[in-house]
């Protein structure tokens, strides 16, 4: 029985679609914050980079996404697309749950990354 269900198809492309899925839901709730974010500086403040200027929230939000968000979100999907490749091949479960446990290990991994750069920067 754990033959057939190791090899029954779709477990590939259920893992992947959960995988993606959970990595989009991340950046659509990354965008959510940047849309959200206030656009100008507290006590006004002058907005920018340099001269004793700081960027406003939605524009840090936006200078991060690009400097640390975007490597973060292709080591989480390739270190998630090979734990699912591994799981897939070497264990019975259905597809969906292991695109769920795939991409959290790659979640956290991504979540440290991001936390140890933002706080060794500022």
């Known amino acids: 029985m754990a033959d057939e269900q190791q090899h029954r198809p779709g477990r590939g492309w259920g893992a992947a679609l959960t995988v993606l899925g959970v990595l989009a839901l991340a950046v659509l709730l990354y965008g959510l914050a940047i849309l959200v974010a206030p656009t100008e500086n507290p006590g006004g403040q ?23 968000g975007l490597p973060a979100l292709v080591s989480a999907l390739v270190l998630s697309s090979i734990a699912a490749g591994v799981l897939v091949r ?33």
């Open 90 to 122: 070497r264990t019975g479960l259905p597809g969906v749950l292991i695109g769920l446990i795939s991409v959290v290990p790659a979640l956290v991994v991504s979540a440290v990354l991001v936390t140890t750069v933002v706080f060794l920067a500022f």
């Open 46 to 68: 002058c907005s920018g980079i340099g001269w004793g200027c700081t960027l406003t929230p939605h524009d840090s939000l936006v200078f991060l996404g690009v400097i640390i």
